[in-house]
């Protein structure tokens, strides 16, 4: 994948947006800070997948849209983060990835990208989220064996 610079006034804007959203998720204003997320991938220019920045712009959408219940756009905007710089592979993309296939009910994509958030962070990752997704990875992971 060919990577893409920022200009330091670019990078400084997007940084400031995303430090705002961090600071509104943590306070579980999860709409506010969807807002300013999208705010700071406007400023990313096109094509956004070839700046590292999309990577982590992608990731906080996906994640605000996770905790909204909207898996569908969390599902989306991980796709967006997997194919952005250094996406691929990162444990926390495919663990929100994993849980929103997991909420659409598609168990096989769910098993795909939760085990990659497995084998990339072990159970660390999912430390904080519902311990579904853990014992749904480990069942598939790990089958009991017949007695």
């Known amino acids: 994948m060919n990577v893409s610079e920022l200009s330091d006034e670019q990078h400084e804007k997007i940084s400031q947006l995303c430090a705002q959203g961090d600071d509104l998720a943590e306070a579980e204003k999860y709409e506010a800070a969807l807002q300013k997320y999208r705010q700071a991938l406007a400023l990313i220019p096109a094509p956004v997948h070839q700046y590292a920045a999309a990577t982590?712009?992608?990731t906080a959408i996906g994640d605000m849209y996770f905790h909204l219940?909207?898996?569908?756009?969390?599902?989306k905007a991980m796709r967006d983060a997997v194919r952005s710089p250094d996406g691929l592979g990162n444990p926390f993309v495919h663990l929100r990835l994993g849980q929103s296939e997991f909420e659409l009910g598609d168990k096989k994509r769910a098993a795909d990208e939760l085990a990659r958030a497995?084998?990339?962070?072990?159970?660390?990752?999912?430390?904080?989220?519902?311990e579904k997704y853990l014992q749904?990875?480990?069942?598939?992971?790990l089958p009991e064996q017949d007695a």
Request: negative net charge.
């Open 56 to 58: 982590w712009v992608f």
């Open 69 to 75: 219940g909207d898996f569908a756009e969390a599902r």
């Open 118 to 130: 497995y084998m990339g962070g072990g159970e660390e990752v999912f430390e904080g989220d519902d």
């Open 136 to 141: 749904f990875i480990k069942s598939q992971l």
